[in-house]
């Protein structure tokens, strides 16, 4: 199975400071049809996740500018430029190119 | 609009079966993958298995020996059995479609004598 290991575990950062998360995948996430499908969740407390990025770079619908996805391969990045307060919760990264399917353990993002 | 709520007990004793209902609106199954994720007490999320347009299935590696998932069309129902039920089964248990974005608000299941 494909093992997404997510760094750092947590990360503290003041509002309108940059963030940096970063997934690495134990085998490459490009499928035979050229595609990566590589996705970034949001989880806030006591809700369901909410997708962020789709295919390692593509912000979903409503998803603010500030989010920036980035990688190939096994190397990816989730940016959030300008930390907002509804940013705040743990993001996951979750692969969709090999079965099974495999989320990161998640990266908790909080307030200095 | 595109819904999905999960439904089943809150409770099931060690080593029963757990059965959840997935009920989905606005969308077909017969053109839409539903997937199962869940999710322990103050832990990560774990993809468990999912259920493809043509009714296929996938499950997680550690689960598959345990697991079921299947569906009935004509009441746009997917379900999940899971048998032989441990304490560490204990989960918030979601319906997805994953990648279109769509969640169900979750189930929480117990394990517990």
């Known amino acids: 199975d494909v093992v997404l290991t997510q760094t750092p575990v947590s990360l503290s950062v003041t509002l309108g400071d940059q963030a940096s998360i970063s997934c690495r995948s134990s085998?490459?996430?490009?499928?035979?049809?050229?595609?990566?499908?590589l996705e970034w969740y949001l989880q806030k407390p006591g809700q369901s996740p909410q997708l962020l990025i789709y295919?390692?770079?593509n912000r979903f619908s409503g998803v603010p500018d500030r989010f920036i996805g980035s990688g190939s391969g096994t190397d990816f990045t989730l940016k959030i430029s300008r930390v907002e307060p509804e940013d705040l919760g743990v993001y996951y990264c979750f692969q969709a190119t090999h079965d099974p399917y495999t989320f990161g353990a998640g990266t908790k993002l909080e307030l200095k | 609009q595109v819904q999905l709520k999960e439904s089943g007990p809150g409770l099931v004793q060690p080593s029963q079966t757990l059965s959840l209902t997935c009920t989905v609106s606005g969308f077909s199954l017969t053109s839409n993958s539903v997937h199962w994720v869940r999710q322990p007490p103050g832990k990560g999320l774990e993809w468990v298995g999912a259920?493809?347009?043509?009714?296929?299935?996938d499950y997680n590696s550690a689960l598959k020996s345990r697991l079921s998932i299947s569906r009935d069309t004509s009441k746009s129902q997917v379900f999940l059995k899971m048998n032989s039920l441990q304490t560490e089964d204990t989960a918030i248990y979601f319906c997805t479609q994953i990648t279109t974005g769509y969640w169900g608000q979750g189930v929480m299941v117990t394990v517990s004598s």
């Open positions: 085998q490459s996430l490009e499928y035979s049809d050229g595609y990566t499908y």
């Open positions: 259920i493809w347009s043509g009714g296929s299935t």
């Open positions: 295919e390692v770079s």
